[in-house]
């Protein structure tokens, strides 16, 4: 049973430029979120999707948008990059049914390098 | 800003048992306390969670505060495997997805 799994593993962009990351969920989850890791630093939430709508949002601009597919993957889209958007992006699923007991399933993120 | 506070390391012996604490203060009659950990060059993964009574599972022990405002994860044997960043999170109603990550506790295990 493959767990999560995120596209690219890294990658390399530029100033100005929109990148988008993908993201399958674990086999039989419904939710997908996102968290931005900046070095040293703990994950920080940036939104989730169910349904594929976008449920609770953290506190990041709207250059960060998203998408959920009907097949529950999803996409994090991040435009017009700064230097400051050089993270980790991790993708975490799980079960909206299971409430406050389910555990959160996170991939391997991606490392996304602005330059 | 994160709801919990964690020492920022803690080190361990080889087959030695961990106790990694953690202050939640401010907890409210529905939070759950979740603990993660993060491997190097891996997403958290989850580790155990609890509402009022300690629980134990394959991986971990955790030992819940009668007042809760703190809680304890106990490793019973690290092995350097353990080596990872431990995060203690409460999750709040609704119960969605936004955990809120502190820094966490640095486990270092030596051999």
């Known amino acids: 049973d493959a767990g999560v799994t995120q596209s690219p593993t890294h990658l390399i962009k530029t100033r100005g430029q929109q990148v988008t990351l993908r993201c399958s969920p674990k086999?039989?989850?419904?939710?997908v979120s996102w968290y931005q890791q900046a070095l040293g630093q703990g994950p920080q939430f940036i939104f989730q999707?169910?349904?594929?709508?976008?449920?609770q949002r953290g506190n990041f601009p709207d250059r960060f948008s998203g998408h959920q597919f009907p097949n529950y993957s999803s996409e994090l889209n991040v435009n017009a990059l700064l230097l400051g958007d050089s993270a980790l992006y991790l993708c975490?699923?799980?079960?909206?049914?299971?409430?406050?007991?389910?555990?959160?399933?996170f991939g391997e993120g991606s490392r996304l390098t602005v330059l | 800003d994160a709801k919990t506070t964690q020492p920022n390391s803690m080190e361990s012996n080889e087959e030695e048992p961990v106790h990694l604490p953690c202050n939640h203060s401010?907890?409210?009659?529905?939070?759950?306390i979740h603990w993660y950990r993060q491997l190097p060059s891996q997403g958290p993964e989850y580790v155990i969670h609890?509402?009022?009574s300690n629980v134990n599972n394959r991986m971990a022990s955790l030992a819940i505060a009668e007042d809760r405002k703190s809680s304890t994860l106990i490793l019973h044997r690290a092995t350097l495997r353990d080596a990872a960043v431990y995060y203690c999170?409460?999750?709040?109603?609704?119960?969605?997805?936004?955990?809120?990550f502190g820094p966490g506790t640095r486990l270092s295990v030596l051999p």
């Open positions: 086999s039989g989850h419904d939710t």
């Open positions: 609890g509402l009022t």
């Open positions: 975490a699923s799980g079960l909206r049914d299971r409430g406050p007991t389910g555990e959160l399933f």
């Open positions: 401010t907890i409210s009659g529905t939070d759950y």
């Open positions: 999170i409460l999750r709040d109603f609704p119960y969605g997805q936004n955990f809120v």
């Open positions: 999707y169910y349904e594929e709508e976008e449920r």
